[in-house]
């Protein structure tokens, strides 16, 4: 029996008429299928399941009431969405139907159909009632001996035996084809042979190869007294080089050459040893046209060797001096000589057929391999496999990058290509923006739901695509602003929709402004906000007033949205306006997917890997134990597994059929440290890989000749074996293959010995270590290493700063070449060598009122400097002197008063000609250098005063000699921390201080000396007025005690004018500008450098 799933209908009179209640002689319900009055495209739809041969339909009215339908059409289907109409012999159309509440009505096809999908529509019905219907299939199951071909789709037939030879071969079949090309067979043996028939251009063309050699020859006598020779051949290869003949004149004194050089065809004439010329012949030609004497094509006891590659090709229709060389007498030893050569048949193996470059790489090849070009696909590898792009924003944030237009591949190595998206990098998350063609306000008048307004959204990238990439997101949002005037979303009668939108599949959706999916309501309504209580949104209150339905879609499986329509605005007065915003979603659900195994015989299985021809596995895992398997799927005799077989060795195994193949990288430090190790492996057609780490990577190639496919029938096991040994004991996250990640935490919560996530803090997706801390694993915890940090503190967020005074400075003097050579200090030579390269990241805060100042400068042993001053008027301004030739590069990104007495953070990033400035988070600047030198071998960096530097330009030297006064936090240069190295290396000899330095916190400064700038101009207010208050109070009681009455009143009266110019006289005070003001910012920076400093001598 059918399931309910397979009755559906284009619409139903009530939950008691539905298409469940269609089948024939069935009772309950309402007895039968009836569509709404008002459908207009009426039809009732079974789903068979499968492919069925029907012969016969039946129909019945509805039970116990007048509706029946008196005709129908027929229509089916493989598919569901493309439809055929069935047809009788007479081509008649329409079949009868019932004529009374209680009759069968059967009909024979006329011819049986093959079929999946069935659908009745009603042409005519009851005249007294309605419509009403149930229905009945006839047929059987239909088996087929045709198969489907899709174009990537493949059939494998393989032999018993090991190696099977044949000395007769028949193929036959029948096809159809919309496509004028397509291989229909193709087999391969073991030495190069092959039989190839495929469709090309609309012709049928037979390829069949029976093998080659790379040393064979043909030799072929000529009259020694003719004086000229005239050779006519035809060639055919696919290699750029190789000898075609070779000919000795003139008793052996002269010698020409016809050699394949580049794909063209040379002449060389050798005269003597010492004297040659050549003649080169146009582009590649199928004939050649060469008179000469001949010499064997090979060795010859004369010496006659081959200059270049042998040929390796075919040839046909030689003709000698007029004459047709017959091949026949050859063969059969009656003319010349020969070695390995095949007669009557042109054994060039066809390399690109088919075409295993993937990703639309273009294919060449030689003689024993094929090429891939994947030049402009966004792919690399022997095959094109792999994607040069991250997979997600989320990706490109771990990569350190800012906010901006990326090319992500969400699916990898997967079939759908990259697309360009916007990745807003924020502090907290990671939003992944995709835009469509209209994220303006449309106004909508005059649609009604007979004629809706219609809009298409299309977006920057495939619906494929956006599948993919909202899959993969943890959360996805879309904004849909709807604003109404007489517009209803429903209709308050009967709850039908008038407007509602298209979700990515194409379903309707009626729930707008983040409400529940499925239910008809709006936000106001789940905020029980609604301006009207009868109503479940405002615009269906139908006011006259602009009313609001805005909000935020949040079902992901939902979006995005694809299409809207607006169906009430053909009233007076009526008017709609919306506006649907671009897609935004953030994280990715797959970068930290981990499980964790503590049961040795524990593992998950997932179906069976999908890697015939090419398979990428990459993974992340950490452990204590010394070995395990990572990943193992078998087959009869093929196999694939990737293991940590040692404690510092990792192994890549498979077997297509040639053999056991094995790929090992051995580490130099253990890998089961229990800290996050990467592994990536992959095999194609051409060769195998193994990449580990950071480590060189491993690879093999395989071989030219032999199996290629990969035949595995087995599930495929994570984390264990199929007989239960050597499981791995540990975490794996971020398991890939083949570009889609499997989902390791949903499978873990029903697999006994395995659990979802992994212990351990680092393993978190959120960052515990910031500022480029780096996250270590302990038994009871992690710790933060900041040692690359410019911050300090349990999580690298410390600020790590020093107050300076007059002539303070800091001084990190940088090891030279030589000393770093012999110094074995890997944080000394890290910092060197990031020191030598034409790039410089710098990032400090700074907080003075001093002009003009020295924030920081590097010089070289090369008389080449960097420096980032401050003016006379306060602007930031960077100096570059990388040639003594040529004048100094001087940016200033803004010509505002930094030295204000406020906190400000400076970035700038050079990679080459090229630097990029950010200040706060206001300025994001991009400058170009005159020249892309690099700043060779650095002698020293300088924070603060800089006294009798040579090859300084004279503003800097200012700057320099009135060093800094104020505070410095957080400088990082490149991988140094010059400020961490002067309050943590004591007494080394890299870094010299000069004056007194305090430890401080710039931040804190600058927040107390914003607060007593304000708190000191409301306390001098307050003074003043209470100042004048007092005064009156005094000069009141003496007034009482001296004086009558009316002489007391009189002096009141003469008091509070006394009083109240002085309340003037105080106000216009107030308004006068004070000299003073001007140093006090300074003063109370000072202040408040004394009040929190922490002095410290070095």
């Known amino acids: 029996a059918l399931p309910p799933s397979s009755f559906q209908g284009s619409s139903s009179s009530s939950d008691s008429q539905s298409p469940y209640f269609a089948k024939l002689n069935r009772k309950d319900g309402g007895g039968g299928w009836a569509p709404e009055r008002k459908d207009r495209l009426r039809w009732l739809q079974v789903d068979l399941r499968e492919r069925v041969e029907v012969t016969a339909v039946a129909t019945q009215s509805r039970f116990g009431s007048p509706d029946w339908v008196t005709s129908y059409m027929l229509l089916y289907s493989d598919t569901g969405r493309a439809w055929k109409q069935f047809r009788q012999e007479d ?236 091949l026949y007498l050859v063969q059969q030893g009656l003319l010349g000589n020969y070695s390995k050569l095949q007669f009557d048949i042109c054994g060039i193996r066809d390399r690109c057929l088919p075409n295993y470059c993937e990703h639309d790489g273009e294919c060449s090849q030689s003689w024993n391999t094929f090429f891939c070009d994947c030049s402009g696909t966004g792919y690399t590898g022997a095959t094109c496999h792999n994607s040069i792009f991250e997979p997600s924003c989320e990706a490109h944030r771990l990569t350190g990058s800012a906010s901006g237009f990326f090319s992500i591949d969400p699916d990898g190595s997967g079939p759908l290509k990259s697309t360009v998206i916007y990745c807003n990098i924020t502090d907290d998350k990671v939003w992944t923006v995709v835009n469509h063609n209209s994220t303006e306000m449309v106004r909508v008048q005059g649609s009604s739901l007979q004629k809706p307004h219609v809009m298409k959204f299309n977006y920057s990238t495939s619906l494929e695509q956006l599948r993919t990439l909202v899959g993969r997101s943890e959360q996805c949002q879309q904004e849909v602003v709807y604003l109404c005037r007489k517009s209803r979303l429903f209709n308050t009668w009967d709850g039908t929709p008038l407007s509602w939108w298209l979700d990515r599949a194409g379903e309707r959706r009626t729930y707008w402004g983040g409400f529940l999916p499925g239910v008809q309501q709006c936000a106001c309504s789940l905020d029980e906000n609604c301006i009207d209580m009868n109503h479940f949104c405002n615009c269906d209150a139908d006011r006259s007033s602009w009313e609001n339905d805005t909000g935020v879609l949040s079902y992901k499986e939902h979006l995005p949205v694809t299409e809207i329509l607006v169906g009430d605005t053909n009233r007076s007065g009526s008017e709609a306006i919306y506006r649907v915003g671009s897609l935004h979603c953030y994280g990715d659900r797959f970068l930290w ?67 056991p193949v094995v790929l090992t990288v051995k580490s130099h430090v253990p890998l089961n440290d229990k800290q996050w190790h990467y592994v990536r492996a992959e095999r194609n057609v051409k060769e195998a890989s193994l990449q580990v780490d950071q480590l060189p990577l491993r690879f093999l190639e395989a071989p030219s000749e032999g199996h290629t496919h990969l035949q595995l029938n087995s599930q495929l096991f994570i984390g264990g074996t199929a007989s239960r040994q050597r499981g791995f004991l540990g975490c794996i996250r971020s398991l890939s293959i083949n570009g889609m990640t499997l989902d390791l935490e949903e499978r873990a919560k029903m697999t006994p010995g395995v659990s979802s996530g992994c212990p351990g803090h680092c393993s978190s997706q959120n960052s515990l270590c910031h500022n480029r801390g780096k996250c270590i694993e302990k038994s009871s915890g992690y710790v933060c290493d900041c040692t690359h940090s410019a911050y300090g503190g349990p999580n690298c967020k410390k600020e790590v700063s020093l107050s300076f005074e007059s002539g303070s400075s800091v001084t990190y003097t940088f090891q030279e070449p030589f000393s770093v050579m012999r110094n074995h200090s890997r944080q000394s030579s890290a910092i060197f060598a990031q020191s030598s390269n034409s790039r410089e990241s710098i990032a400090f805060s700074f907080l003075t009122t001093q002009t003009p100042a020295m924030l920081l400068t590097v010089n070289t042993y090369h008389q080449q400097y960097m420096a980032i001053i401050l003016a006379h008027n306060g602007s930031l301004q960077i100096w570059y002197r990388l040639s003594r030739e040529k004048e100094p590069d001087i940016f200033t990104p803004t010509s505002l008063n930094l030295a204000n007495g406020e906190l400000h953070r400076v970035q700038i990033h050079r990679e080459g000609r090229d630097m990029y400035v950010q200040i706060d988070k206001d300025i994001n600047l991009k400058y170009s250098l005159s020249t892309d ?17 040579a090859g300084v330009d004279e503003e800097v030297l200012q700057a320099g000699s009135r060093g800094f006064i104020g505070c410095l936090s957080s400088v990082q240069f490149n991988h140094l921390a010059p400020i961490k190295a002067a309050i943590l290396n004591r007494g080394s000899s890299l870094v010299n201080v000069l004056g007194n330095l305090v430890e401080s916190n710039c931040g804190e400064l600058a927040d107390k000396s914003s607060s007593r700038s304000f708190r000191g101009k409301k306390l001098t207010n307050a003074a003043q007025s209470d100042s004048a208050v007092i005064g009156g109070l005094i000069a009141a009681v003496v007034l009482i005690t001296l004086c009558a009455v009316a002489v007391m009143t009189r002096f009141l009266y003469r008091h509070r004018n006394e009083r109240t110019r002085q309340m003037a006289s105080v106000k216009e005070k107030d308004h006068q500008p004070r000299p003073e003001l001007r140093y006090r910012a300074e003063l109370d920076l000072h202040s408040a450098m004394r009040d929190s400093r922490k002095e410290y001598f070095i």
């Open 91 to 326: 081509n008649i159309g329409t079949f009868s139907g019932n004529t009374n509440s209680d009759g069968i009505v059967h009909h024979k096809l006329s011819h049986s159909i093959r079929t999946r999908f069935l659908r009745f529509l009603p042409v005519d019905w009851s005249p007294g009632g309605w419509m009403g219907l149930r229905v009945e299939v006839y047929g059987c199951a239909y088996k087929s001996d045709v198969a489907d071909f899709n174009g990537r789709s493949s059939l494998l037939y393989r032999f018993n035996q090991k190696s099977t030879s044949t000395v007769k071969d028949v193929i036959s079949l029948r096809f159809k084809s919309q496509r004028g090309d397509g291989v229909l067979v193709h087999g391969e043996g073991q030495r190069g042979d092959y039989i190839t028939l495929e469709l090309h251009k609309g012709r049928l063309a037979l390829h069949i190869n029976l093998g080659d050699s790379s040393s064979s020859f043909l030799s072929l006598p000529l009259d020694a007294a003719t004086e000229t020779l005239s050779v006519t051949f035809q060639f055919r290869t696919w290699n750029q080089e190789g000898m075609l003949l070779s000919a000795w004149l003139r008793r052996d004194s002269e010698r020409l050459l016809l050699l394949l050089v580049h794909g063209q065809l040379r002449l060389t004439h050798h005269r003597s040893a010492l004297q040659s010329s050549d003649i080169v012949i146009g582009e590649t030609s199928t004939c050649v046209r060469v008179s000469f004497w001949s010499c064997p094509s090979v060795l010859t006891n004369q010496g006659c060797r081959n200059p270049t590659l042998a040929y390796q090709g075919c040839m046909r229709s030689v003709i000698i001096n007029n004459q047709p060389i017959n």
């Open 593 to 659: 997917n981990a499980a964790s195994f503590y049961q040795e015989s524990s593992y998950l299985h997932f179906p069976m890997l999908q890697a015939e021809l090419s398979v990428d596995i990459s993974l992340y895992f950490k452990t204590t134990a010394p070995s395990g398997v990572f990943l193992e799927n078998l087959g009869t005799k093929d196999f694939i597994r990737v293991e940590l077989s040692a404690p510092s060795i990792m192994t890549f195994m498979f077997d297509v059929g040639n053999g």
């Open 933 to 949: 030198k690099e700043l060779i071998t650095i002698r020293s960096l300088t924070l603060g005063k800089v006294t009798g530097r």
